[in-house]
């Protein structure tokens, strides 16, 4: 049960955080930012294509964790996505300290990725979980989401019985260790970007409901870590939200 209470107040955490901020720059931003068409079947299919990056991203990390550049590549890019973030969050009110601000966090971010320091650590590895989901739900429109959510969900099964986490997990640099339980950044990631695509589509009660879904889920998977070492994060969550993104 700590663990489960635990996992939860993370997912609540980083929803909260990613549900603010999403409310506000979709209320100024609203489609301008969108990087595909709207439209069904060119969002379905650029769903597809875009799944390709984080899959292919996941077994470079895998085969790269251990030399240094790596790390200091996932340190400059988990950077520059939040300072983007932080940019088109301040934009609206201030090109210029929009700027100025995105630009000086970057360097400041990078740094405190490369301390070495755990709780640091986790405290930017929430903020990333945050803002990436915010960036790709004012990005992408709600099909793009859907079929993004399901192709990775469906790669996340494949990766823990088939692929190479089958063997036992290794220690990923993009996570975050709860006691006796470590979750995927990109879990995190999709546990707020359903309920805020949801939100920005189909309304505020239903990601509410969402929310509660997806945590939910959450439980019921790390319930399920007594029988297995090791089990995907985003199946359970995604399947029980499945049905909000059609009523």
């Known amino acids: 049960m700590k663990r489960i209470l635990s996992l939860v107040a993370l997912v609540l955490t980083v929803q909260t955080i990613s549900i603010f901020f999403s409310y506000y720059m979709w209320g100024f931003y609203s489609t301008e930012l969108y990087m595909v068409p709207s439209n069904p079947p060119t969002s ?6 875009l799944s390709l990056i984080p899959i292919s991203f996941s077994f470079l990390m895998i085969k790269l964790l251990k030399l240094k550049a790596f790390k200091l590549a996932l340190a400059i890019i988990q950077s520059l996505v939040i300072s983007t973030w932080l940019f088109l969050i301040i934009f609206p009110t201030s090109h210029f300290w929009a700027l100025l601000i995105s630009i000086a966090c970057f360097p400041l971010l990078v740094s405190l990725m490369l301390l070495n320091n755990l709780e640091i650590k986790k405290v930017i590895t929430v903020i990333f979980a945050a803002s990436s ?3 790709l739900a004012i990005t992408l429109p709600l099909y793009a989401i859907l079929i993004l959510s399901l192709v990775l969900a469906a790669f996340d099964v494949f990766l823990v019985f088939k692929g190479p986490l089958s063997k036992g997990a290794p220690q990923l640099s993009l996570t975050v260790n709860l006691s006796d339980i470590t979750i995927g950044v990109g879990d995190l990631i999709f546990y707020s970007l359903i309920p805020i695509s949801i939100m920005m589509h189909k309304g505020v009660v239903k990601m509410f409901i969402a929310c509660l879904l ?7 998977s790390v319930h399920l870590l007594s029988r297995r070492e090791i089990l995907p994060g985003l199946p359970i969550p995604l399947l029980l939200c499945l049905p909000l993104f059609f009523s």
């Open 44 to 49: 379905i299919y650029f769903g597809f294509l």
């Open 133 to 135: 989901s915010t960036l």
């Open 214 to 220: 997806i945590n939910v889920g959450a439980a019921i």
